[in-house]
């Protein structure tokens, strides 16, 4: 089965850092893209990061560019998102999924659509 488990979600003040995984398992995951995405309470689902298979290739909404860093260790079947300066409109339950192909064409990452395989969420809560 093919499985994804988001981690690392937690309760942290503004201006802090957390670190987001993703654990993949039941498919050739370096043959894949991995997004990222988030949702609010009573907002739809939003388009937050996605990483080409090989790495090489890095997407970001313009509300996370420069603060958040997406990478991923294909030996570990992971991605990570490293989320900086967090702000209180950060706060949203995160969520990885596999993406229909190695490479995103332009537009289509931040596509809920384009994804074939969602993981559980991870709730990150941005808070004094």
């Known amino acids: 089965d093919v499985q994804l488990q988001a981690s690392g979600g937690g309760l942290v003040q503004p201006g802090g850092s957390l670190r987001l995984s993703c654990a993949a398992s039941g498919f050739s995951f370096r043959g894949y893209a991995i997004g990222w995405f988030r949702q609010a309470p009573g907002k739809g689902r939003e388009g937050v990061s996605c990483i080409s298979s090989s790495g090489g290739r890095n997407f970001y909404s313009t509300s996370v560019k420069g603060r958040f860093t997406v990478s991923r260790e294909n030996a570990k079947d992971t991605v990570y998102l490293q989320m900086n300066s967090l702000k209180p409109e950060d706060t949203a339950t995160y969520y990885c999924?596999?993406?229909?192909?190695?490479?995103?064409?332009?537009?289509?990452?931040?596509?809920?659509?384009?994804?074939?395989?969602w993981g559980q969420g991870t709730l990150v809560t941005v808070s004094s």
């Open positions: 999924a596999r993406f229909s192909g190695s490479h995103p064409i332009a537009g289509t990452w931040a596509n809920p659509s384009q994804y074939e395989a």
